[in-house]
């Protein structure tokens, strides 16, 4: 990339933007070896195959009775109960012809049994159990159905979530080795921040980036290095930045990267590195700088806060997700119809924040919030998520509209 983008006042379109700074995520971190209690959100660094069947044995479904299928008529019948087998215990004992154990939920199947009827089916008369008609093979859960031995279990690059870390756990994996967090510095730009809880002065604001930013890094498994609120002043920055790229992965800033001149971020990175682009063609956050302090990778975000959020949402989050080694990153939306009509065209691909609502017919539309501010966040806290409109798309009421939830970004 280079700086014509910036100099020549020309937009960046939202995908190439994310696809150059997928070109040059960094390679992801050295990896390390962690208890599986420990790895939920973390990026698996090797393959993992299954070390055994699952399950491991024919096992029940359900609470009930095990017998042969072969033994109960067509109209139902009469078994004899031969035995009972609990969860955690087995039988070596041959069901024999005309017999039926009772069994629980998770239990090995004796020898010979081949189905299960569920107990509330049956009636019992001392030791005597009528059972219903059933299909070979009913409740009953076979061996290896879900897993088989040697069979790959998770790919390099997955983020590991409650359920991974569950399957894990049932084949009985106790250690997996990850990549190291990434270590992201983060920095504020701006004299008018301040801290809450601290008193405001006129022209002062409560630096909501800083903790916005910071809660979304920490949910996509960043370790969060937090360099505070840099002064206005070149120098400054200069020194911060020179600081900060010694101590991380990656640094990413908010504020400073618009057209204004006390921001002086923006000649203090090209003084020390490198400015790739700063204007996107996306609304809120057309100012989104990339480029590298140092050798560090570089992202500089808007300071207005939902611009902040959705430039993080939408062009960081792959690139940092990338950088950690995950291989899926592009969050994948959905079409719904829209609850609202758009008859103004935007020279920019837009992110409104909406929510799905039922219709009178009982059908889920996109409304939207009906403030869309850059500088607000209330909508996107009332919202369910964003409706993308295209650079210079009209759009009818109904019509369909891509639905990115926020479900998607985690």
Not at 106 to 120: F, I, K, N, R, W
Not at 196 to 221: C, D, F, K, M
Not at 295 to 317: C, E, F
Not at 331 to 348: D, L, S
Request: glycine share 10%; net charge neutral.
């Amino acid at each position: 990339m280079n700086t014509r983008v910036c100099d020549s006042g020309q937009l960046m379109p939202v995908d190439e933007a994310i696809e150059q700074l997928l070109a040059q995520a960094p390679p992801a971190p050295p990896t390390e070896v962690i208890p599986l209690g420990q790895a939920a959100g973390r990026v698996i660094a090797e393959e993992l195959f299954s070390p055994l069947d699952l399950p491991c044995w024919d096992n029940s479904a359900m609470d009930g009775y095990a017998l042969r299928a072969a033994d109960v008529p067509e109209q139902g019948g009469y078994l004899v109960l031969a035995g009972r087998i609990a969860a955690g215990h087995s039988s070596d004992e041959l069901l024999q012809a005309g017999q039926t154990v009772r069994i629980f939920t998770g239990a090995p199947l004796p020898p010979g049994a081949d189905s299960v009827v569920p107990q509330e089916r049956c009636r019992v008369y001392g030791q005597r159990i009528w059972c219903p008609p059933l299909r070979l093979g009913e409740h009953v859960r076979k061996r290896g159905e879900e897993m088989q031995r040697g069979q790959r279990l998770l790919r390099v690059g997955q983020r590991l979530r409650a359920q991974e870390v569950g399957l894990l756990a049932s084949a009985g994996i106790p250690w997996v080795k990850v990549y190291r967090p990434l270590r992201v510095c983060l920095l504020s730009s701006g004299d008018e921040l301040r801290e809450p809880g601290e008193s405001l002065a006129p022209g002062q604001i409560y630096n909501s980036n800083r903790h916005l930013v910071t809660a979304l890094l920490r949910g996509w498994g960043v370790e969060v290095l937090d360099y505070g609120v840099m002064a206005d002043a070149l120098a400054a920055s200069r020194d911060a930045l020179i600081l900060a790229s010694s101590e991380c992965d990656l640094l990413l800033t908010t504020g400073g990267v618009s057209v204004g001149e006390e921001d002086h971020l923006k000649q203090a990175i090209q003084e020390l590195g490198r400015v790739d682009f700063w204007r996107l063609a996306i609304q809120p956050g057309k100012p989104l700088a990339f480029g590298e302090v140092a050798g560090k990778p570089w992202i500089g975000l808007p300071g207005n806060p939902s611009a902040a959020l959705i430039t993080a949402l939408v062009v960081v989050r792959p690139f940092l997700l990338r950088a950690q080694g995950v291989e899926r990153v592009l969050p994948v939306p959905v079409q719904v119809p829209a609850g609202f009509e758009w008859p103004t065209p935007n020279k920019r691909r837009q992110y409104l924040r909406a929510r799905l609502s039922p219709g009178a017919d009982g059908q889920l539309r996109a409304v939207l919030h009906p403030q869309q501010s850059s500088a607000m966040l209330t909508a996107a806290c009332w919202a369910d998520g964003l409706v993308i409109v295209e650079r210079e798309q009209l759009l009818l009421k109904d019509a369909p509209v891509p639905f990115l939830s926020f479900a998607e970004f985690q």
